[in-house]
């Protein structure tokens, strides 16, 4: 019985019971024989009366207020559960809230049901999982690993079959590396896209919770039941959520140049990497290496100054009281604040800033970035030797994205030459989580590895469909603002989404108009003479469309366009007068073929 949502949904269809999924956790971590994966757990009883009192869906009709109705979750144990102890991986901080989280309390309103609570390294600080006075949890794919942190329980509940998904915190990659290792995925969303309400902070200013789950679907789904605006959060933050859709057909795809690329001698590691950006080519997507010093210098900062001091600010009561109560390696990062002042938290902030201004048309040059989620994998042993080196360098490619305010997505992408997992992490910037969750599926698809250590098999994936937000306006573009043309960025700089690749009804013509320095087509309907032209269909919100019709230069304009699938949208159209004399270009059946045709013959 694979935990999947649309598996469940299927056997729940089929006349399985809530009750049934209960008792098929219980036995399958049993079976598991970790305790190091759950901190506490619900009380089995309570687990079966929440379930019968789901009631019974109608089958007919899709789970639209329910979503997640039966579907099983664990959460780590740095983030609220009603009647369930909160612990950071601290026996002495535990306390037992009230209320749930509101991702928690998101969660359970869609019918899911809240199976325990799980291990970290204490106070969610550590890349390693094995920084907690628990038993350490094992990682499911080899147990000799660390099992990656801090979210360490939660990965391995989740590449074990026990749960659906499981909810985790990324402040540096908690949320990521501990999926990579595991052979799961690792939703990061864009700080401030989901409430951090009901969770123990780590840096709150840089804090998120992520999902992990089987596959990229699964994640994404509860991703966008959590992710609200919600006041009682600073720090949240109001984005439209886009549904999981298709992905761009070309995108310029950002990663590290070879001389800056980081595998400390794990050619396993760096062979993968290379497969994966293989894989991304042969998809149509295109390549660019980028000097990345400046990437590692921003993750350097994380453990510096101000951000350093914010994790010591998050529990400083508790430390004034209780200071003999900590981790060892948790306690020399922390305490470490203690040596420094305002002065340097200010030069941090100053430093970032300066970073971010310097990266920002790096980062706005290409749609999304690959990096490797993790550049090699470490035994438990090599971790206790080296404690602060092999942490840090787990972190190599996760540090510097939550300061950077980038969205990620850790993906299976294979296996290894030695038969352990390979991933990869695609990053984008802020409110673009779509993006990467699309890219991460077409990966997934690609890579032929089964779930997590279950040996399922992953589901075949179905035709994307993006359901449009409402009030969301669909423009038609057929030119230089196609996915990976050079005006593609006037769209993503205004958060559009992509819809779908689609042509024309044959009743159009299109010309190379004379214009520099982006050479652009102009159409022209012609219902006699006309051929289908390719195009895609992306999508603004009505703020977003206003300010890129506002921007349209003479001759071009928008109209209404008839599109092959039946449909019909504003795009874009030509004035007739500035055709006469133009190429034709209608022979080729869109603008990208004929900017290729002039690639090869220039």
Sequence with gaps: MPFTIADLRKRYAEGLTPAEVVETVFERLAKADDPGIFIHLADKQALLDEA????TPDPDKPPLDKPLWGVPFAVKDNIDVAGMPTTAACKEFEYTPSQDAETVARLKAAGGLCIGKTNLDQFATGLVGVRTPYPVPKNAVDPSLVPGGSSSGSAVAVARGIVSFALGTDTAGSGRVPAGLNNIVGLKPTVGAMSTSGVVPACRTLDCVSVFALTVEDSYEAFQVMAAFDESDPYSRHFATASLGATPPVLKVGVPAKADRKFFGDTDMEAAYEAALDTLASQGHQIVEIPFGDFYAVADLLYEGAWVAERYAAIEDFIAAHESALHP???EIILGARKLGA????????????????LAPVIGGVDLFCVPTAPTHYTVDEVLADPIGTNSRNGTYTNFVNLLDMCGFAVPTGTRGDGLPASVTLLARAGRDWLTAAVARDLHAASGVTLGATGWSLPETQPAKIVGAPGEIELVVVGAHLSGMPLNRELTELDAVFDRAVSTTPDYRLYALPTTPVAKPGLI???????AIAAEVWRLTPEGFGRFVSNIPSPLGIGTLTLADGTSAKGFICETFAVEGAEDVSGFGGWRAYIASKTKTG
């Design 343 to 358: 002065v340097d938290a200010f030069k941090g902030l100053y430093a970032l800033q300066a970073a971010k201004r310097k």
């Design 52 to 55: 019968a009192a789901l009631g």
């Design 525 to 531: 309907r012609d219902e006699k003479n006309g051929v």
């Design 329 to 331: 390696v948790t306690a």
